[in-house]
Nanobody, 115 residues
Framework: VQLVESGGGLVQPGGSLRLSCAAS????????MRWYRQAPGKARELVAS????????NYADSVKGRFTISRDNARNTVYLQMNSLKPEDTAVYYC?????????WGQGTQVTVSS
């Protein structure tokens, strides 16, 4: 299983970024995908999740209405569209999936929101 995140960077408050996570090594369309984040000195937190099939989504209260998770099963990719970014969104963002009590993680991509 391999998960490779991309799309992070430095953005001003109010700006937007789209993160991507390219997955390989498993049947992508069968499993839920999640985005987590971890800010310095804080615990890792679940940001958004998307099921498959069906595409049902769930969000942390702190990002509802600003972030959108989506997936393209043909491309084995999950996305996180982040709008109206705030300084408190600054963190390393990780892609995650798992089954049979085992979790798989990407290497993370840094998102910094600062003027």
């Amino acid at each position: 299983v391999q998960l490779v995140e991309s799309g992070g960077g430095l953005v001003q408050p109010g700006g937007s970024l789209r993160l991507s996570c390219a997955a390989s090594g498993f049947t992508f369309s069968r499993y839920a995908m999640r985005w987590y984040r971890q800010a310095p000195g804080k615990a890792r937190e679940l940001v958004a999740s998307i099921l498959s099939p069906g595409g049902s989504t769930n969000y942390a209260d702190s990002v509802k209405g600003r972030f959108t998770i989506s997936r393209d099963n043909a491309r084995n990719t999950v996305y996180l569209q982040m709008n109206s970014l705030k300084p408190e969104d600054t963190a390393v963002y990780y892609c995650n999936t798992g089954w049979n009590l085992k979790d798989y993680w990407g290497q993370g991509t840094q998102v910094t929101v600062s003027s």
